[in-house]
């Protein structure tokens, strides 16, 4: 099992794009509010978009998650889905925010 983590922008941010000749079941997404109190101002809300192929773009036939709100000191888990991806599908999180969400992904090669 592999994970990623990365922070999420206020633009595209890519956590997972398949390699040439692989394919990948996501078991889990966490997306994480780090910020340092709970404090409404430091609440955010992110998408997700699962995007088929290496040219495929971001839009509404490919979100997953649509403004999921994320209030401060809170943690998000996708994990009740699996997802299977190919050689070149992304997947995409983008927030309003550059400040506020982290991001982890595990997965596995099948």
């Known amino acids: 099992m ?9 633009s595209d941010t890519i ?7 692989k394919k990948y079941a996501v078991s889990t997404i966490l997306v994480c509010n780090y910020a340092p109190t709970t404090s ?5 809300s992110f998408d997700m978009h699962v995007i088929k192929t ?12 649509n403004n999921v709100e994320m209030p401060a000191q809170e943690t998000f888990s996708f994990n009740t889905e699996r997802l299977i991806l190919e050689e ?3 997947v995409l999180l983008i927030s ?10 595990s997965y596995l090669e099948v």
């Open 2 to 10: 592999a994970i990623n983590n990365t922070l999420i922008g206020a």
């Open 15 to 21: 956590i997972l794009d398949v390699p040439a000749g």
């Open 40 to 44: 409404t101002t430091y609440d955010s």
């Open 54 to 65: 290496s040219g495929g773009v971001k839009g509404n036939a490919n979100k997953v998650l």
């Open 88 to 90: 070149g599908d992304r």
């Open 96 to 105: 309003p925010d550059a400040d506020k969400l982290s991001a982890v992904i």
